[in-house]
Structures are given as C-alpha cells and as structure tokens.
C-alpha cells in the first residue's frame, strides 16, 4: 500500500498521521534525505525545527546523503528503514541529484514495498508529476532539463500558502489552465495519501 505524507513544514499536525505506521512513532526508524536543504545558505533553522519534530517523539533518524553516491549504495543504505523523510530546501537541486544518483528509482521502490514517504516543501514538490511549483526556487544551482518528478499522486502542491514570500506562486497556480489539479497546503498542514484515498490533517 502507497502511503505518503506531504507537508510544506514537518508540524506537531504530523502526529495525527501516526496510524500509518505499524509501530508507535519512538519505534520509527526514518531515512532522512537532507539534499534540498544542502543548496540552502544562511540560517536554516527551519530545517532543524523540522528534524526536531521527529525527535521530540523519539524516533531514530539517520542522514543518507544523495550528492556522489550511485544507486546501488544508496539501495543498500536505505534498507531496514519505516519511513523515509524527504527535506525542504532547493527542488531543482533534490531532483538533480535523485535522478543523477538513481535515489528516483530507490524511493520509488521503497514506497511500493510499504515503507511511509514524508515529504516537507521540496520534498512533497517533487513527489507530484511535476516540479513546477517549485518557481520560487533558484533553478540555476543545477543543469537539470528533466522536471518531471516522482510521480506519487496526481496532482501538484502548492507549499507555504500562508507565507508572503510564496503568495505570487500560489496566485499563479491558482489560476493555471493546464489540466493539472493544484493543492496548496499552509505551515500548518499535511496531506495524507493511502493509494488513492487523500485528505489533508491540520
């Protein structure tokens, strides 16, 4: 069973989702995947806030790095894992090197074997068809031509509606004539999928 959750910020609101598991959330071990966050300068408390949501419930994170490794490391690095935790930060650079790595084609295959996918910002972006919500973001770090993301769900988030700083790019899409459904989600809130069921917790 595909079970993803997608958020613009891991929150407390994570903890209502703790049912997809088959264990109590201290007993998780989680993959998290810190590329998106890698091109990001300056302060990134936001990615700490994030990491420290898990920890508060005792969960055992380890960091799997995706910049020079090939897909065959990283498949046996993410063995034995209850989740993996996809950052925020940089999409253009996370897509970049998931396809450069072959990580696009580990997660893929660990989401169909059961393991829980948790996306935050750049993480839940990249897990639609497509990447192009992700215009806020500085697209020259990487030469990346391929924009087609990982494909999970059907439709595209818009992440941060309630922040300033991304009211032009939620305006664009919300009014986007382009055959793509568009989901925005506040700070606030996750989206949760089991296969084809949806619905957002706050």
Known sequence: MKKLI????VSPSIYEAEYLFDKPFGELRIAVVPTAANAETGDKQWFQNDLQVFRDKGCTLVTVELEG?????LRTECAGFDAVFITGGNTYYLLYHMQQSGFDKVVTDLVR??????GSSAGSVVACPNINTASGDDASVVPLSNYTGLGFVT???VPHLNKAKYAAVAQEFAHKEDGCSYIGLTDAQILVVEDDFTK???
């Open 6 to 9: 997608l958020a613009s910020s």
């Open 69 to 73: 490794k090939t897909e065959g490391e």
């Open 113 to 118: 074997s059961g393991v829980v996918y948790i």
């Open 155 to 157: 439709y595209c988030i």
């Open 200 to 202: 957002i917790l706050a």
